[in-house]
């Protein structure tokens, strides 16, 4: 017993894994809540291109000595905001949109990167996340953007809401979609902005993405939906963790496998909804 | 007509609209009114700018030219008080949200930007629920309704909102012929209960049946008037640029190719 509860502690002595466990946590429940919107609206596809844009600004940082998560924050965002403008324009469909601009901007970024010569480690700490490297400052940072994005989800709640179901009656009601839109937009910028450094641009999609679809197959209304989906997160950044630690593999990318691995057991065991569930259901009724 | 006399309130007038998208014409000089209290049915063929002139009304579309004149009681007038019911392939069923949830929607325009509906909202909205013998499934995810009830769900919205106009989109269409039945008795109460429904339908033997009024509309109005008046084979015949035949019988009347 007291062997187990050591094995727990372990990983929590170290400061390191101090500062990976709040950052992780942190932004896993932040992407769980924006995430929640991100899969109703079918806009995995800007989960994905956001970060990849993203590194154009890293890049671009990274070649003038500015910080780099500054760098990839405003590319985050300017790519969100394009985006927007150019699929309300209605002249291209939305995910042409999409994948034109997040490709300049990727393409931009190894552009840049080919240019530079000697080590470029910081670049690819991006690119596959580096969650155990987090400083205090890079913390407190993520504490203070991901307090912000929650805030306002939860003061535009019912705005968001509205809009995410039925944007037409919404106008039609007075609430201003258009912001509500570009403000969800920049949202999920500034979600993926605090999840690069933990994730890496490939890997943030996942945690937008596969905590809420957890939550979806488990819940009935949107506000539990989020609340499940930022527990599967946290859960998801600890056991990850654990793993990272005790197998020494990559942590982003056992937080991702543990958080997919928490959507196949709700896909296969979730009441009503799984697979096995639906399969139990059918023998018996036939039997 | 009924412009004469005194007792005419228009719910809503129509003037000189003409609208479109992209240089193409959807609707052009189209000029009606709406009675308060009944029960109006905008009909034509596919493309014929029906769903472009509810947009409109509902001020979702900006026209060229021409206004949309809403009248209601003073001070409640205007467009927050229009109740819609989109069509139901438009509504994204698989959202994970409760009947009650969306029949709230209906109180967000007065509740104001960021506040939360409060308690009188709650009660306004199950009694919306009531009205159209829905309460008992307020706790429902929607996408669990019949077709049916999915219609009257969106009906109780425009209660809660407590809209006086009220627009529908094919509210009967892929119904069933009882659910059908119990959609037109319901809005037939609400049309007593002082309530304009302005219906967009392909069911044209359902408006010579049961509708006040008819719009007969292609770009234009071809016609404006009781359905009796409307519904002839030379002016449907001009709507739909083919002929159909009107077989009046006494309390149905049936239309059809």
Redesign the interface.
């Given at each position: 017993m007291n062997e187990l509860l050591y094995l727990l502690r372990e990983p929590w002595t170290f400061e390191f894994m101090q500062r990976a466990l709040i950052a992780a946590v942190l932004v896993s429940v932040v992407a769980a809540v924006v995430g929640s919107f991100v899969i109703?609206k079918g806009m995995a596809f800007i989960g994905d291109a956001l970060p990849h844009a993203s590194f154009g600004g890293v890049a671009i940082a990274f070649a003038l000595g500015f910080n780099l998560h500054l760098g990839g924050a405003v590319a985050a965002l300017l790519t969100a905001l394009s985006i927007g403008f150019i699929a309300r324009r209605g002249s291209v469909r939305y995910d042409t949109a999409i994948g034109i601009v997040f490709i300049s901007g990727f393409a931009l970024g190894i552009l840049i990167v080919s240019t530079q010569s000697g080590y470029v480690v910081d670049l690819f700490s991006f690119v596959f996340g580096n969650v155990l490297g987090v400083s205090w400052t890079d913390v407190w940072l993520t504490v203070g953007l991901g307090a912000f994005i929650l805030i306002a989800v939860a003061?535009?709640y019912?705005?968001l809401?509205?809009t995410?179901?039925?944007p037409?009656?919404?106008?039609?009601?007075?609430?201003?979609v258009a912001a509500m839109q570009y403000g969800l937009l920049a949202l999920i910028g500034l979600t993926v902005v605090i999840a690069l450094q933990v994730m890496g641009i490939v890997l943030v999609l996942a945690m937008l993405v596969a905590p809420p679809a957890t939550a979806?197959l488990l819940?009935?209304?949107?506000p539990p939906?989020m609340a499940i989906g930022a527990l599967v997160g946290a859960l998801s950044a600890l056991g990850g963790l654990y793993i990272a630690w005790y197998a020494d593999v990559s942590a982003s990318a056992a937080i991702v496998l543990t958080a997919t691995g928490f959507f196949f057991l709700a896909f296969l065991f979730a009441p009503g909804r799984g697979l096995l569930w639906q399969r139990r259901f059918v023998l018996t009724e036939s039997a | 007509m009924p412009d004469n006399s005194p007792a005419f309130v228009p719910a809503v007038e129509v003037r000189n609209l003409s609208a479109g998208y992209n240089g193409h014409v959807a609707l052009e000089d189209v000029t009606f009114s709406v009675e308060r209290g009944c029960l109006a049915g905008l009909v034509g063929p596919n493309g014929s700018g029906k769903s472009t002139l509810l947009?409109v009304m509902?001020?979702?579309h900006k026209p060229w030219r021409g206004e949309v004149r809403i009248s209601g009681p003073p001070g409640r007038s205007g467009?927050?008080h229009?109740g819609?019911m989109?069509q139901s392939e438009?509504?994204?069923w698989s959202?994970?949200?409760?009947v009650v949830?969306?029949v709230l929607?209906?109180r967000?325009?007065r509740?104001g930007?960021?506040r939360?509906?409060g308690g009188r909202d709650r009660e306004i909205a199950m009694a919306a629920l009531e009205r159209v013998h829905l309460a008992h499934l307020a706790q429902r995810?929607i996408g669990e309704l019949s077709g049916g009830e999915q219609r009257r769900m969106l009906i109780a919205?425009a209660l809660a909102?407590e809209a006086d106009l009220v627009l529908l989109d094919e509210p009967l269409a892929g119904l069933d012929a009882t659910a059908q039945h119990d959609l037109l008795r319901l809005l037939e109460e609400l049309r007593r209960e002082d309530k304009t429904l302005f219906v967009a339908t392909h069911d044209l033997s359902c408006v010579a049946a049961n509708f006040d009024h008819a719009v007969l509309l292609n770009r234009k109005v071809v016609a404006f008037g009781r359905p009796s008046e409307v519904f002839t084979e030379q002016l449907l015949a001009a709507a739909f640029q083919r002929h159909l035949l009107v077989l009046p019988g006494g309390e149905r009347t049936l239309v059809g190719p």
């Open positions: 109703l003061l535009f019912k705005e809401l509205f995410a179901y039925d037409s009656m919404a106008a039609a009601t007075g609430v201003p979806q819940t009935r209304r949107l939906m | 947009r509902l001020g979702l467009r927050g229009i819609y989109p438009l509504v994204d959202f994970p949200i409760t949830d969306v929607m209906g967000y325009g509740v930007l960021i939360r509906p995810r919205r909102q």
